[in-house]
């Protein structure tokens, strides 16, 4: 296995009030997060939110290329990012023991943070399609060149982990500091994982090792 300790490109916030981060998702563009009653755009070049939308937003959120995704409580609520409005719903696998998500292969991925489990679900229905466990608390998922990536969060340890996601096995390792936390996570598509900082209300850019 591969370790090596992360190297943080870049600190965003904390910003105004949106005191915590939950999930943290990338539409290309904006990196969209979430901070408890709603998602705000980030713009990653300057540094600034440049909109948000009030909806329900306590963990996870991913983009599929069109609509965001938003675990809310015990559901994850499909939303439009042009208008706000909030187009479907569907059960949340964890019934409120949700925490990261990720869209890849057309399905959602969904992280289990004290079940340290990631399900793959149905986006249409919620029906889990697989589940692949971990060995920690998983705290934020990412897709990125066919590889799957969790962030883990206990107690003052945290890091990303690069899993084989047939197996579960653990096949790298990147260890933040120490009292840094991650309570999201997601890739630019390139070499930048973006990690939600949870109740210091910061997003931090990291290196994606090659």
């Known amino acids: ?16 009030g949106a005191d915590r981060v939950g999930g ?23 540094g600034e939110i440049v909109r948000s939308i009030d909806v329900a937003a306590h ?17 994850i609520q499909k939303i439009d990012p042009k ?5 479907s719903t569907i059960p949340a696998p964890g019934n409120g023991g949700d925490s990261g998500l990720a869209w890849a292969e057309g399905t959602l991925w969904v992280g289990q943070h004290r079940g340290r489990k990631i399900h793959q679900i149905d986006p249409e229905t919620g029906a889990i399609l697989r589940t692949i466990e971990s060995s920690r608390f998983v705290t934020g998922v990412t897709w990125v060149d066919g590889e799957l990536w969790h962030a883990t969060w206990e107690g003052d340890e945290s890091e990303v982990r690069r899993l084989n996601p047939e197996t ?13 936390g991650i309570s999201g996570l997601e890739s630019d598509g390139g070499d930048r994982l973006f990690c ?5 209300g910061k997003i931090r850019a990291i290196r994606r090792p090659k």
């Open 196 to 200: 939600g900082g949870g109740t210091t």
């Open 59 to 75: 963990a996870g959120t991913a983009f599929d290329g069109r609509y965001l995704f938003q675990i809310a409580e015990d559901r």
């Open 1 to 16: 296995m591969k370790q090596s300790q992360a190297e943080i490109l870049r600190e965003y916030g904390p910003f105004p």
């Open 168 to 180: 579960g096995e653990v096949l790298e390792r990147v260890d933040m500091p120490a009292g840094i």
């Open 83 to 87: 208008t706000g409005e909030v187009l």
């Open 24 to 46: 943290v998702t990338f539409d290309g563009q904006h990196v969209w997060f979430a901070s408890g009653d709603r998602l705000n755009a980030l713009d990653p070049e300057i």
